[in-house]
């Protein structure tokens, strides 16, 4: 008797003391079991009486504690001993009572009520037993003779030895070739005699013999000889209340169907054997096995399979009569169906042969014409076999794509096919199937060779605008709002067949898939077709998934950041649906919402220019009630960035001008500050020929653009600069500051960094620094004098002979006018300001300069013509 404390664990998880007492093994009142008995160590009450059974997993925890699950109490129980010694000693009563209930249930004990001693007695003598098979290493010598009456030392042999016990055993078991012979000689006559406990104990010797997953045991329990023998005693399970029917099922149901025959033998014993393993490891022992064997047996499944196909596809004869029969006229629907069956098996099964092999196979296959056969199978009703289609498609595609390519190029029927197969409603996993193999074609990363671009080519030119209608077709019009649809073509192909939602989903898949892998080419059918539009009508659908999806093909589209695709969205208002889809699912939290916020700060992000203000000014009055949205208020900034940053642009050429009219205001200064010294009569007559000169071209040409006038529409207008008059040097009045047209291209010329200071030709003089402004004043008198001499020659001679020459005073003049004329950035544009220039020439010359191109001025130069004035 050992004092132990009772524990009960409670619903809360916590383990509850239910009292102390002492416990004992001993036989419970009106039961032939043994069991544990607690009584009270106070009033000798009963605390806990628990039957020991064979089921029951007990766990004994660091050296005092004893748990395990009661089922009937339907709840975890303890046991926590005072000494480490009495729980060891329960402990070891506890497994061998265990023990001697598993073969006293095979019946090779006899099970009554005696005590724990005699149990422990019988338990020694069946280790004597076992001690007179090992040697003196204690290794197994041999196993005891296969007998009825020694089958419970076999079976205690295989289930309790440890990993080299077992090891041993199996090596035994594959060395006696007599020991499944008279295994199944013994089954046969249990049997017959209906003895139920001897064929619970071989169903357990055979489930242990099985468990010791040795390769060589497998290949004789699965041989033709053993193996309904060895699944007819797996069918007496004793956990299991009623006997199992396998043989009969095996028998009598599995029927093994040749689509062509097969005179390899050993071909057929392999198909068979592989069926049976499948058989006994997926219905007969799926809750028995273990990892490892499990393993075992599907590594068989798969040597065998790899061993069938190799041995089919290197019979020549038997490819060729596969090939030849299915493309014949003459046989049955029901046998083409199981034809194509085989041959959908046999290619899935070439899987377990090596790469190489794989693929010399599917060449082979290749060029006997499959792809032939396939074609007709696409054409059947049949789902069954129009799904075996697709699936070899798959397989030939994810082992080489150029074999279908290169049949694709010279038949293009099987694209079309394929395309067709899409929109037909054949099934949910039929839909992806047609997907998938219309993607793995047209992938641009995995394509190569000459019949790269053919494919791409037939499919844009001949299916693309057959996808678009299709889903163009199924949506309703604008008319019609997407919440009361009651669109009757909705969902309908142009041959009146509906089109499922899930089909227009996967067309869309489709061409999100091309605008990634065929930017340009998908690109120049939307531009010229209008396809986009075509395709966001999906957004008109009641199915939700479906406007995600048209969002989700619209984000794909801006994501390229192609110039002409924006333009495109922008010009035919491609955003509106979308933006109305977004409006009308309000607050509603859901993919849609979310698709179309990511796509708006995708475009605040990439910094789409174009989009962010479209966007606004085009919806804003529609997002506006979205503000409180994070992504909308940051959208809104973007486009006030934008707006800030276009307005310094405008007015930035303003103070340009302005500085520059300054300058030039400073350049007159100087020069009236040197025409001071000059001979007053021929200043005089200067100035007023100027005064003239300028009044003219003022009341002319406002503004002070004359070469506009003249020219006409001939070069682009400039900048609308002031003129000013000088009737007197001493009365200096700065030009007015007016704003100038901005322009990009308004540089300054660059010899005008070269100030002009005009100088008395009659006497040569200086007002101050004379030699170092001379050098100064030559320079701008020699590209004037270029410039007059180039004008000269190019006038008529009539005009020629009434020219004199002018006094030096008239070049000062002409200072303003030359001054007043912008750069445009063009060479055409430098030389009218060279033609500007010879107004130097006097106001005589400047009309009919005015009037002369470019080519004149540069062609006509004459060097017999002399200078029109002194220069000295």
């Known amino acids: 008797m050992q004092r132990v404390k009772v524990y009960r664990l409670a619903d809360g998880g916590k383990w509850d003391d239910q009292g102390t007492g002492h416990v004992s093994i001993e036989y419970i009142e009106g039961s032939k079991e043994l069991g ?46 005072q000494e480490a010694a009495g729980c060891s000693y329960i402990w070891e009563h506890i497994c061998d009572i265990q023990r001697n209930l598993q073969f006293s249930n095979l019946g090779a004990l006899e099970v009554g009520p005696r005590q724990a001693s005699e149990s422990l007695e019988a338990s020694r003598i069946m280790h004597s037993n076992d001690d007179s098979f ?83 045991i497998f290949d004789k329990i699965f041989s033709d000889e053993f193996i309904l023998d060895i699944i007819g005693a797996l069918e007496y399970d004793p956990e299991v209340p009623r006997v199992q029917k396998h043989r009969a099922f095996l028998k009598d149901h599995v029927v ?44 068989m499944i798969h040597t065998n399979n790899a061993s069938v ?70 054409q059947s009703h049949d789902r069954k076999i129009v799904s075996a289609g697709t699936d070899i498609l798959i397989l030939f595609l994810n082992q080489d794509p150029n074999l279908l390519r290169s049949y694709i190029v010279q038949q293009e029927g099987l694209l079309g096919l394929l395309v067709k197969g899409m929109v037909t409603d054949f099934g949910e996993e039929m839909h992806c199937q047609f997907l998938e193999i219309l993607r793995i074609l047209m992938d641009s990363f995995t394509m190569s060779g000459a019949h790269r671009d053919v494919i791409i080519e037939i499919f844009y030119e ?76 999906l957004t008109r659908r009641r199915e939700r998934f479906l406007v995600v999806a048209a969002v989700r093909f619209m984000r794909t589209i801006i994501s390229r950041n192609d110039e002409h695709l924006i333009r495109h969205v922008v010009k035919f208002n491609l955003l509106k649906p979308i933006i109305e889809a977004f409006v ?28 962010v203000i479209y966007v606004i000014e085009s919806f804003w009055d529609q997002l506006a009630k979205f503000e409180h949205l994070g992504c909308i208020q940051g959208f809104k900034l973007k486009y006030q960035q934008y707006l800030e940053s276009a307005e310094p642009r405008l007015n ?27 001979d007053e009569e021929d200043s005089g007559n200067g100035r007023r020929a100027k005064h003239a000169q300028n009044q003219h071209t003022k009341a002319k040409v406002p503004n002070g653009s004359e070469a506009d006038n003249l020219e006409g529409a001939s070069r682009p207008k400039s900048a609308g600069l002031v003129d000013y008059d000088d009737d007197d040097d001493e009365d200096f009045n700065p030009p007015p500051k007016e704003p100038a047209k901005p322009s990009e291209d308004d540089v300054p010329l660059n010899i005008a960094t070269v100030k002009r200071r005009p100088v008395n030709a009659v006497d040569g003089k200086h007002a101050d620094g004379e030699g170092r402004k001379r050098q100064k004043i030559e320079t701008r008198i020699s590209c004037a004098k270029i410039t007059a001499v180039t004008s000269i020659a ?37 030389h009218q300001h060279s033609v500007e220039a010879s107004r130097q020439a006097g106001g005589d010359c400047i009309k009919d300069v005015g009037s002369m191109s470019t080519e004149k001025a540069v062609n006509t130069t004459n060097p017999s013509d002399s200078e029109p004035y002194s220069v000295r």
């Open 462 to 537: 001949r299916h693309l605008d057959y996808l678009v209608d299709v889903i163009a077709s199924s949506c309703p019009p604008r008319s019609i709002s997407r919440s009361t649809s009651n669109f009757v073509g909705a969902g309908r192909n142009g041959e009146g067949h509906r089109i499922k939602p899930e089909i227009l989903l996967n067309v869309c898949e489709l061409l999100c898939f091309c605008v990634v892998h065929h930017p340009y080419k998908i690109k120049c059918n939307f531009l010229m077709n209008n396809a986009i539009e075509k395709i966001l009508a």
């Open 794 to 830: 190019s006038k008529h001679t009539d005009l020629q002979n009434k020219h004199a020459p002018h006094s030096p005073t008239a070049s000062t003049s002409s200072t303003e006018a030359n001054g007043v004329l912008r750069e445009h950035g063009t060479n055409s544009e430098e």
């Open 134 to 216: 090992r040697s003196a290493n204690g290794e197994f010598r041999e196993l005891p003779p296969v007998e009825l009456s020694n089958l419970p030392f076999i079976l205690k042999t295989v289930l309790e030895g440890g990993i080299t016990d077992q090891i041993r055993v199996a090596e035994l078991i594959t060395q006696d070739r007599d020991f499944f012979p008279k295994l199944v000689d013994i089954f046969r006559t249990c049997e017959d005699l209906e003895n139920l406990d001897d064929l619970h104990m071989i169903f357990k010797l055979v489930k242990g013999i099985i468990l010791l997953n040795s390769p060589l």
């Open 584 to 611: 009308e699912n309000g607050d509603r939290y859901n993919m849609l919402h979310s698709g179309v916020l990511e796509l708006l700060e995708y475009m605040r992000k990439e910094n789409i220019k174009t989009l």
């Open 309 to 378: 196909i190799s041995l089919l596809k290197d019979d020549a004869l038997f490819i060729r009569q596969l090939f030849a029969r299915m493309r014949s006229s003459d046989i049955s629907m029901e046998s083409k169906r199981e034809l194509v069956l085989f041959l959908h098996e046999f290619c899935t099964l070439s899987k377990s042969l090596p790469l190489v092999q794989q693929l010399r196979l599917f060449r082979d296959l290749s060029g006997e014409g499959v792809f032939e056969i396939i074609s007709d199978v696409l």
């Open 36 to 81: 544990l008995t607690v009584l009270d160590e106070e009033d000798n009450e009963t605390l806990l009486v628990h039957n020991i059974t064979s089921d029951d997993i007990y766990r004994k925890q660091e050296e005092t504690i004893i748990s395990w699950r009661d089922h009937e109490a339907a709840t975890d129980l303890a046991l926590s001993f």
């Open 256 to 299: 093994f169907k040749e689509a062509i025959h097969i005179e390899n033998v050993s071909v057929v014993s392999k198909i068979h054997q592989t069926y049976r393993i499948g058989y006994l490891k997926d219905v007969i022992l799926p809750r028995i096995l273990d990892d490892a064997t499990l393993a075992s047996l599907n590594t």
């Open 652 to 678: 930035v050429s303003v103070p340009d001008m302005r500085k520059k009219a300054e300058q030039r205001g400073l350049e007159k200064e100087e020069e009236d500050y040197f025409n001071e010294d000059s």
